[in-house]
């Protein structure tokens, strides 16, 4: 087994490349498919809202160091505290283990979703939740306000993983427009 490090071209959309691995004679030994993404994709999320609808309550300082990184606009809401924003979306976490969340931060949460604002909560699992548990969870609030929970996990090495990225980006999505991504209605069937 070699290794070998190539460079690719910037891209501005995720883009499949073909590489033909080759012997000196020129026979090809074999082809790998990849793909490339952008390194800015979470600049998408400055096209989802302006810069005062979106909050971040982050206490592990991972999300606010890359979203600051790629220019995404929001309102830190570690001091003025959750229940004082009143923008279109909160992120929320994600927090370590070792991290004590407040009791009453669950109850924060609901009460943000009950003035109409969407939030997407990034959660560890504990230790000895069951594998089988959902990566996540969406409720909707009553004022038409979303709450996305999602598994941590999902966002693991968000710094250098476009899956990551892309999956916060969904969450951000689902969150702000819950009908767009909803199952679709069926009608029955004779």
Not at 13 to 26: H, K, M, N
Not at 70 to 86: H, I, N, R, S, Y
Request: charge should be negative.
């Amino acid at each position: 087994m070699e290794n070998t490090l190539m460079e690719f071209p910037a891209v501005r959309t995720e883009t499949a490349f073909v590489i033909q691995w080759l012997e000196d004679s020129g026979h090809i030994l074999g082809t790998s498919s990849l793909l490339i993404y952008p390194t800015n994709l979470l600049q998408t999320l400055s096209a989802l809202i302006t810069e005062t609808n979106l909050a971040v309550l982050d206490p592990d300082d991972q999300l606010r160091p890359l979203l600051d990184s790629q220019g995404v606009q929001f309102v830190d809401v570690a001091e003025p505290g959750l229940d004082k924003f009143t923008g279109k979306l909160v992120l929320i976490g994600p927090f370590r283990p070792t991290i004590q969340m407040t009791n009453d931060l669950a109850k924060q949460i609901e009460k943000v979703a009950g003035k109409g604002v969407s939030v997407v909560w990034l959660r560890m699992l504990p230790e000895n939740a069951p594998k089988i548990l959902p990566q996540v969870l969406s409720v909707q609030n009553c004022r038409m306000a979303t709450i996305i929970v999602a598994s941590a996990d999902s966002i693991a090495n968000l710094a250098d993983s476009p899956r990551a990225q892309l999956n916060l980006i969904r969450f951000c999505k689902v969150a702000l427009d819950p009908k767009r991504f909803g199952f679709p209605h069926f009608e029955d069937q004779p």
